[in-house]
């Protein structure tokens, strides 16, 4: 039977309104029953900024997280990777319309015939077009899982924001703390050379035994043997803080930062809005409404496939007997069903079916994991906070009991061993006071992190423009 044009447009509109979807979307939740409530913070709080390093009000820091947001190389890369997730996205929705080629074609041939050899040459010049009837909605759900991914790429660069300038202000505060456990143990150091000099003057003096001069050298060179390693540590985290910057170790100035004053509690508010807040799984939940759609792409591809084809043109071949010259077109309608292939679609459905399902767990696992940062971070405040008061305490303990012991043993009331317990154990607790009061500081930092927030979209926005 010869189709007329109408009766194929025809044909083809009856295809398109008989079209369905092959697949029904999977319901997507969290899994269920979310949290009703965070553990509630012990003390005040006061409500966190939207950039939420502005909370402890330091401006050197504040200069730092903008340089590193448009310095980091991990953030740098990780917008290459969306801008490619956003070019792949444009490429399957490009597939979605037609094309449109323009084709040339030159030719020279012979040609026997009964007069002899005939030699000319031949031109063609046309525009072919083609187009897939998406009947099966094959190219609308790649493109969907495409677009999907360059949103779970989008969030993943904002993930990266958010814990970029979380690691600075960690390590901002990690050089502000070795800085001042260095500074701890020099004075310590200084108080202990003190300390031998007076027990040498009274063992010359013949008041007090070799065994005190020998006790009060060791406590000294226990406490100069310490420096070497708060000094380490603070040169490892200028390197990692400059890195963090995009520059090479060393290349950071000088720091003059001390230990803020640690900013009241952040709220967690409430456990629903978490999920909105946090990048990473949002990001995880676009891939799996991605991997979804390719569910949902893989079982159309074992249907079958309509493409409309067609070329209109010009051609000339010029022979010895005379030219032949005119007009070309054609219109055909392509159909391919697939009859046996070996279970190859069949698999790749069930592949995408058991990725579908991967994703699904990981967006699940996502899920948990933030509420486990969050309920962390305020055990870690909540704990932290606790500490430092009782290390305030014992330092206020043992500054006394050093403070009487000297007196005691200077006025022979006593013997050296007193003197060395008391000066060892206010120098480990005033360095552990130090480490605590810094501990606290990366606590509210990783309460901050935890909540999310909705800067990092903005941010993303202008970095974007600068591309």
């Known amino acids: ?48 900024p939207e950039r939420w390093w502005l909370a402890f009000g330091d401006p050197q820091l504040e200069a730092l997280v903008e340089e590193a947001l448009g310095a980091n190389l991990d953030i740098a890369r990780a917008l290459a990777r969306l801008e490619q997730a956003e070019a792949a996205g ?17 030719r020279r041939e012979m040609t026997p015939g009964i007069l002899g ?11 072919a077009a083609g187009f897939e009837i998406d009947l099966w909605q094959k190219l609308k759900n790649r493109s969907l899982a495409a677009e999907l991914e360059g949103l779970a790429a989008a969030g993943e660069v904002q993930t990266l924001l958010l814990s970029t300038s979380a690691q600075l202000a960690d390590l901002y505060y990690l050089v502000a703390e070795q800085r001042a456990q260095l500074e701890l143990t020099d004075q310590t150091i200084a108080s202990f050379a003190d300390t031998l000099e007076r ?68 709220p967690a508010g409430l456990p629903s809005q978490l999920l909105a807040r946090r990048p990473d799984v949002e990001a995880a939940l676009r891939r799996v409404e991605a991997g979804d759609a390719r569910v949902a792409a893989a079982i159309a591809e074992r249907f079958p496939a309509f493409n409309l084809l067609g070329g209109y043109g010009r051609s000339r071949t010029a022979f010895s007997t005379g030219d032949i010259t005119g007009s070309f077109w054609n219109l055909i309608l392509n159909l391919a069903q697939p009859v046996f292939d070996a279970g190859r679609r ?76 008391a000066q060892v154990a206010q120098f480990n607790v005033e360095s552990q006071l130090l480490a605590a009061r810094r501990q606290l500081i990366a606590d509210r930092i990783s309460l901050a992190r935890a909540l999310g927030g909705t800067w990092m979209n903005e941010e993303l926005q202008r970095r974007l423009a600068r591309q």
């Open 1 to 48: 039977m010869r189709l007329t044009l109408p009766a194929l447009a025809l044909l083809l509109t009856g295809l398109l309104l008989a079209g369905c979807a092959l697949h029904r979307p999977a319901e997507i939740s969290a899994p269920a029953p979310l949290p009703e409530a965070f553990t509630p913070a012990p003390g005040p709080s006061a409500p966190l």
């Open 90 to 106: 444009r490429a399957a929705e490009a597939a979605r319309y037609p094309f449109l080629n323009l084709e040339g074609q030159t």
């Open 117 to 127: 050899e005939d030699t000319g040459n031949s031109y063609r010049l046309s525009l």
């Open 199 to 266: 027990v040498e003057r009274r063992y010359r003096e013949g008041l007090v035994p070799a065994l005190d001069v020998y006790q009060a050298r060791q406590t000294l060179a226990a406490a100069q043997a310490r420096r070497p390693q708060f000094e380490a540590s603070l040169e490892q985290a200028r390197h990692a803080l400059a890195v963090l910057l995009g520059r090479y170790p060393g290349q950071l100035a000088a720091d003059t930062v001390a230990l803020a004053e640690i900013p009241a509690w952040f």
């Open 346 to 421: 069949k698999a790749e459905v069930e592949r995408s079916e058991a990725a579908f399902r991967e994703s699904l767990a990981a967006y699940h696992q996502a899920v948990l994991r933030a509420f486990q940062e969050v309920e962390d971070a305020l055990s870690g405040n909540r704990t932290s906070e606790q500490r430092i008061a009782r290390l305030e305490e014992q330092v206020e303990a043992t500054q006394a009991s050093l403070r009487l012991s000297l007196e005691r043993y200077l006025t022979g009331l006593s013997d050296y061993l007193p003197v060395l317990t």
